[in-house]
């Protein structure tokens, strides 16, 4: 799995959706979830690849290099709502095609 891939692959999220790390991954035809984790923490562009947008798979927002409200406060910016530390998967999931 090559970061550029999951770059690419993010900047298809769009506005107000997000994704998660194990979706990524099996996008990507891989089941390394932790390595997704990874590749979003060292991210070095976080303003034109949007890792905020990655979070787990049960709905909880999960970590960002830049701390946990700043993580929370770009996705309300999308219109994105974090109830207790959780998003609505099944509102602002994006299912990759």
Not at 11 to 39: C, E, H, M
Not at 51 to 63: D, H, I, L, M, P
């Amino acid at each position: 799995m090559d970061k550029e891939d999951v770059f690419r692959l993010l900047k298809q999220v769009p506005y107000g959706k997000v994704t998660t790390y194990g979706d990524l991954a099996k996008k990507l035809n891989s089941k390394a979830f932790r390595v997704i984790g990874v590749i979003m923490h060292r991210n070095k562009d976080p303003e034109n690849i949007p890792c905020f947008k990655v979070v787990k798979s049960n709905g909880e927002v999960g970590g960002y290099a830049s701390g946990v409200d700043e993580k929370i406060r770009r996705l309300n910016k999308e219109g994105i709502e974090v109830v207790n530390g959780k998003i609505d998967l099944e509102k602002y999931l994006h299912k990759f095609g």
